[in-house]
């Protein structure tokens, strides 16, 4: 059974690279914090696939954060302190997983690469 993560990231904020490196780090980290322990030895041991996907705007992100959370994927959104480049408070990405790969295929499988 193959197990990835998924983050999905904001377009519309055209985030400079280094910054976007650091949201997308802190998503993977917050979302596998909350997986349970099976999963993330799985993900481990396959070599923790992350695809990092993208979602429109913060409205279409957030629906995407719903449909996590209502299948019952570890999620965690990432809010930015606003010390740089986008203003505090700013909702930057989620992360989903680690999980099944086939569960979230079903439910992400129409959103694109970044």
């Not at 349970?36 to 629906?63: H, N, S, T, Y």
């Not at 996590?68 to 505090?88: R, Y």
């Amino acid at each position: 059974m193959e197990y990835k993560q998924l983050i999905l990231v904001r377009d519309d904020l055209k985030l400079p690279k280094g910054k976007l490196a650091a949201q997308v780090a802190h998503a993977a980290l917050e979302a596998a914090w909350k997986a349970p322990q099976d999963a993330v030895r799985a993900w481990r041991a396959q070599g923790m696939g992350k695809i990092v996907l993208k979602v429109a705007d913060e409205k279409e992100m957030l629906r995407q954060l719903q449909i996590a959370k209502d299948a019952g994927f570890p999620s965690a959104l990432i809010t930015d302190a606003g010390h740089t480049v986008v203003e505090p408070g700013t909702r930057t990405c989620v992360g989903i997983g680690p999980a099944r790969a086939e569960q979230l295929d079903r439910d992400f499988g129409a959103l694109k690469l970044l």
